[in-house]
């Protein structure tokens, strides 16, 4: 049975909406903050980046934060190429 595959809408700076497909959620604890990897649901694999997100969650709202901060990045990024390499074992 197919696992259910969680899918956001952001919209671009022009307004158009875009779905994406959330690779994985997760919490850095050195930030105290959650974090989503997400690529574009139309877009090529082999070629699409991953997209990297805040976000905060209150009730049914989902907020999404660029992350602006190289520290913060760098933590982040981190953490996903850990959850990646865990995956692959």
């Known amino acids: 049975m197919a696992e259910d595959v969680e899918k956001i809408i952001i919209p671009d700076e022009e307004g158009n ?3 994406f497909e959330v690779l994985y959620k997760f919490d850095v604890e050195q930030t105290g903050k ?3 990897m997400v690529i574009p649901v139309d ?4 070629v699409d980046e991953v997209y990297a997100f805040r976000y905060e969650e209150n ?3 989902l907020s999404l934060f660029i992350i602006e ?10 953490t996903f190429q ?8």
């Open 17 to 19: 909406e875009e779905v």
């Open 43 to 46: 877009g090529d694999p082999e």
């Open 82 to 89: 850990t959850l990646i390499e865990e995956e692959d074992l």
């Open 59 to 61: 009730g049914d709202d």
């Open 34 to 36: 959650q974090y989503m």
């Open 69 to 78: 901060d190289d520290k913060e990045w760098e933590i982040v990024e981190s």
